[in-house]
T-cell receptor
């Protein structure tokens, strides 16, 4: 299957700083990327959907000014957690698909710890 | 919106036995039902999926059944092995690929050697 690479796999940052997470589709053009958040022992919660070249669509309750999503190319989407706080600590996962895809492919996730 | 319920939340089986995980969905427009396996600290991995025009699909030890009328679908793993131990998520969407997935809460499967 297609490969989606997420970077970094883990990151520790100080409160108040910003962190950028990258999601790359390595061998296909991702017209749509999804960003999820997963708390320990819980399910994946969709944060936003981004289509290449347009603004992301955020789910209800997700602050778009705090979680900045950029999908500037067909192979890269970024999630920036701005002014991070300890409650933002979580596992962030992206998935990517092509318009003609029969499935969405997931990255390996990024463990964010805010101290 | 779609709501996906998944049961059980935890499941322990002896190696070699079968495991069954069940999900129900609420949106009658949903027509794509994937199952994912997630190991600790990793992203979900698609293991099998089914579309609403099919009632059953099998891939070696893994099978999925779909009852569209009752709005439920199930994952069946036969001859379980210790490496099957993981968290399994069902999901539903109105289409494959670029459509939003709604996930169940997950089932932690433990296969006891």
């Amino acid at each position: 299957g297609a490969v989606v690479s997420q970077h970094p796999s883990w990151v520790i940052c100080k409160s108040g700083t910003s962190v950028k997470i990258e999601c790359r589709s390595l061998d296909f053009q991702a017209t749509t990327m999804f960003w999820y958040r997963q708390f320990p022992k819980q399910s994946l919660m969709l944060m936003a959907t981004s289509n290449e070249g347009s603004k992301a669509t955020y789910e209800q309750g997700v602050e778009k000014d705090k979680f900045l999503i950029n999908h500037a190319s067909l192979t890269l989407s970024t999630l920036t957690v701005t002014s991070a706080h300890p409650e933002d600590s979580s596992f962030y996962i992206c998935s990517a698909s092509n318009r003609g895809s029969t499935e969405a492919f997931f990255g390996q996730g990024t463990r964010l710890t805010v101290v | 919106g779609e709501n996906v319920e998944q049961h059980p939340s935890t499941l322990s089986v002896q190696e070699g036995d079968s495991a069954v995980i069940k999900c129900t969905y609420s949106d009658s427009a949903s027509n794509y039902f994937p199952w994912y396996k997630q190991e600790l600290g990793k992203g979900p991995q698609l293991i099998i999926d089914i579309r609403s025009n099919v009632g059953e699909k099998k891939d070696q030890r893994i099978a999925v059944t779909l009852n569209k009328t009752a709005k439920h679908f199930s994952l069946h793993i036969t001859e379980t092995q210790p490496e099957d131990s993981a968290v399994y998520f069902c999901a539903a969407s109105r289409g494959a690929g670029s459509y939003q997935l709604t996930f169940g809460k997950g089932t932690k499967l433990s296969v006891i050697p």
